[in-house]
């Protein structure tokens, strides 16, 4: 299941004085495995220090583009963010999973209005949906809303100018700079009033098919809470969280028991005893069984397994729609078993 391919990087791009691009070289061989869809993310995997690190970070670049690129800004203390910043360059080789994800964009044959809010480094799943919106139809639109601290900071913003120009009459961005004044220009940071001033006010004719947010969860609850506010309907609204809050696992305090577990991937099964008051997939990944991971923080979906029989409870879930839930899955690195016996299917998912 965790089905890595060592991928040679063919450029390093320098975005910001802290972000940069890295592309890969796909074999030809691979190139089926290492299509995407526009919104979806790779995980990255290599040894640093000793220690393997794995992170997930979303394609920057069109599906139409031929590349597999992605977009990593420096973490203040970060490992792996900036160990790409400051010692990846071409040449050297990743270990890299396949393209996954559900935050994308799905073509119609009916034209759309796309809008997108996003916020620092979560612009790069952004880029990659809005691409493809303006190519796939001659009448779709997209309206950005963008938060930076400053134009300097603000990655891929030669990209974003170069869409301006090529589709003029189709693709606007709103920038929104909390450190710098811009002719243009919000000040501050994505609030409610930002939302109103672009849905209610700059582009109160525009009926928006789709709504992308991706970047820290305030901003995402803020802009949400507002859509909801403004009678947005919760389906038209989509989002990936790049940071999340931590969440402070108070189910663990109340459970106190064993569970015998059975786990199945890549059609072989394993079992084990785990401790009720662990998280499933610690206690998968301290069996050595080498299930699909990345974040471990509930951000991404890599993690994600069918309950077969048994029950599990999550910590938090900010992935999972509640009909999914429903038909068993969970994310296994929030979930604490509750029954006596697990089962899960990480292939089934």
Same mark, same amino acid.
């Given at each position: 299941?965790?089905? @890595?391919?060592?991928?040679? $990087?063919?450029?390093?791009?320098?975005?910001?004085?802290?972000? *940069?691009?890295? %592309?890969?070289?796909?074999?030809?061989?691979?190139?089926?495995? +290492?299509? @995407?869809?526009?919104?979806?993310?790779?995980?990255?995997?290599?040894?640093?220090?000793?220690?393997?690190?794995?992170?997930?970070?979303?394609?920057?670049?069109?599906?139409?583009?031929?590349?597999?690129?992605?977009?990593?800004?420096?973490?203040?203390?970060?490992? @792996?963010?900036?160990?790409?910043?400051?010692?990846?360059?071409?040449?050297?080789?990743?270990? #890299?999973?396949?393209?996954?994800?559900?935050?994308?964009?799905?073509?119609?044959?009916?034209?759309?209005?796309?809008?997108?809010?996003?916020? !620092?480094? !979560? $612009?790069?799943?952004?880029?990659?949906?809005?691409?493809?919106?303006?190519?796939?139809?001659?009448?779709?639109? @997209? *309206?950005?809303?963008?938060?930076?601290?400053?134009?300097?900071?603000?990655?891929?913003?030669?990209?974003?100018?170069?869409? =301006?120009?090529?589709?003029?009459?189709?693709?606007?961005?709103?920038?929104?700079?909390?450190?710098?004044?811009?002719?243009?220009?919000?000040? !501050?940071?994505?609030?409610?009033?930002?939302?109103? +001033?672009? /849905?209610?006010?700059?582009?109160?004719?525009?009926?928006?098919?789709?709504?992308?947010?991706?970047?820290?969860?305030?901003?995402?609850?803020?802009?949400?809470?507002?859509?909801?506010?403004?009678? /947005?309907?919760?389906?038209?609204?989509?989002?990936?969280?790049?940071?999340?809050?931590?969440?402070?696992?108070?189910?663990?305090?109340?459970?106190?028991?064993?569970?015998? *577990?059975?786990?199945? =991937?890549?059609?072989?099964?394993?079992?084990?005893?785990?401790?009720?008051?662990?998280?499933?997939?610690?206690?998968?990944?301290?069996?050595? $069984?080498?299930?699909?991971?990345?974040?471990? !923080?509930?951000?991404? %979906?890599?993690?994600?397994?069918?309950?077969?029989?048994?029950?599990?409870?999550? /910590?938090?879930?900010?992935?999972?729609?509640?009909?999914? #839930?429903?038909?068993?899955?969970?994310?296994?690195?929030?979930?604490?078993?509750?029954?006596?016996?697990?089962?899960?299917?990480?292939?089934? /998912?």
């Amino acid at each position: 299941m965790s089905d @890595f391919h060592a991928l040679k $990087i063919a450029a390093v791009d320098k975005l910001t004085p802290n972000a *940069v691009a890295l %592309s890969f070289e796909i074999p030809a061989n691979l190139t089926e495995t +290492f299509s @995407f869809t526009a919104g979806q993310y790779i995980t990255l995997k290599h040894t640093i220090n000793g220690e393997e690190v794995r992170r997930a970070y979303s394609i920057s670049s069109a599906p139409s583009s031929n590349q597999l690129t992605v977009g990593i800004k420096k973490v203040p203390n970060g490992t @792996f963010s900036v160990f790409a910043n400051e010692n990846l360059g071409s040449g050297d080789v990743l270990e #890299v999973m396949p393209p996954e994800g559900r935050f994308i964009f799905e073509n119609t044959s009916e034209p759309q209005n796309i809008a997108a809010f996003a916020a !620092g480094s !979560g $612009i790069t799943p952004i880029l990659s949906i809005a691409q493809s919106v303006l190519e796939n139809n001659p009448n779709n639109t @997209f *309206v950005l809303v963008f938060g930076n601290q400053s134009p300097e900071e603000t990655m891929y913003y030669g990209a974003l100018e170069d869409l =301006v120009n090529k589709y003029s009459e189709r693709f606007f961005i709103q920038y929104v700079f909390s450190r710098a004044q811009a002719e243009n220009a919000l000040f !501050g940071r994505i609030e409610s009033s930002t939302v109103n +001033f672009v /849905v209610k006010n700059k582009y109160k004719e525009t009926d928006f098919d789709k709504y992308y947010l991706c970047g820290p969860e305030e901003m995402i609850q803020t802009v949400s809470d507002t859509l909801t506010n403004n009678g /947005v309907s919760a389906e038209k609204v989509l989002f990936e969280l790049f940071t999340a809050s931590n969440t402070k696992d108070e189910m663990a305090d109340a459970l106190d028991g064993q569970t015998h *577990v059975e786990v199945l =991937v890549d059609d072989e099964t394993f079992s084990f005893a785990m401790d009720q008051k662990s998280l499933v997939l610690d206690a998968v990944l301290k069996e050595k $069984i080498d299930a699909p991971y990345s974040c471990q !923080g509930g951000v991404c %979906s890599s993690c994600i397994a069918r309950i077969t029989e048994g029950k599990a409870e999550m /910590v938090k879930n900010q992935i999972l729609t509640d009909g999914e #839930v429903a038909d068993g899955l969970i994310l296994t690195c929030q979930a604490h078993p509750t029954t006596p016996t697990l089962k899960i299917d990480y292939d089934d /998912v």
